[in-house]
């Protein structure tokens, strides 16, 4: 006798079939996208550094400029710690600013991506006394 049974050995492959795929469409409508006017790039101008910020600033009031330094130094402080924590700033007449993406560079630096959202045409505009408050300190 031989080693090998004489048991039949039938195998059976079965094909796989797999059925179309059902495809309804939505009966929504999607929501269209008004560009108004499309993003354009910007030609990059020269950096202002802190000491002409400062000049530029003090020329608008008539406060003198060692008086007004510390307050814009405060204010820049407080923005760029906000701006780090996330927070969202709403500040007229500059407009809304808020932190797209941030990026750790290390040793305590970081890049943030911000998106500012400027006003309208003349909203927020006079950082100085209007023309109103001119008037009304005239009739005393």
Not at 5 to 11: F, G, H, I, N, V
Not at 77 to 96: H, I, Q, R, T, Y
Not at 107 to 128: C, H, I, Q
């Amino acid at each position: 006798m031989s080693g090998k049974s004489k048991a039949s050995s039938k195998t059976v492959k079965l094909k796989t079939v797999l059925p179309d795929p059902v495809v309804t469409p939505l009966n929504v409508t999607a929501p269209t996208t008004k560009i108004v006017n499309p993003a354009v790039s910007v030609p990059q101008g020269e950096m202002i550094k802190k000491p002409e910020f400062l000049d530029r600033a003090v020329s608008r009031t008539d406060v003198k400029k060692r008086d007004a330094k510390p307050a814009i130094e405060a204010a820049l402080a407080v923005l760029a710690e906000a701006l780090s924590n996330g927070e969202e700033l709403n500040l007229p007449p500059m407009g809304k600013l808020r932190v797209v993406k941030s990026k750790d560079i290390g040793e305590g630096a970081k890049v943030l991506t911000l998106k500012l959202r400027t006003m309208k045409d003349g909203a927020g505009l006079g950082a100085g006394p209007s023309d109103r408050d001119a008037d009304e300190t005239d009739e005393v």
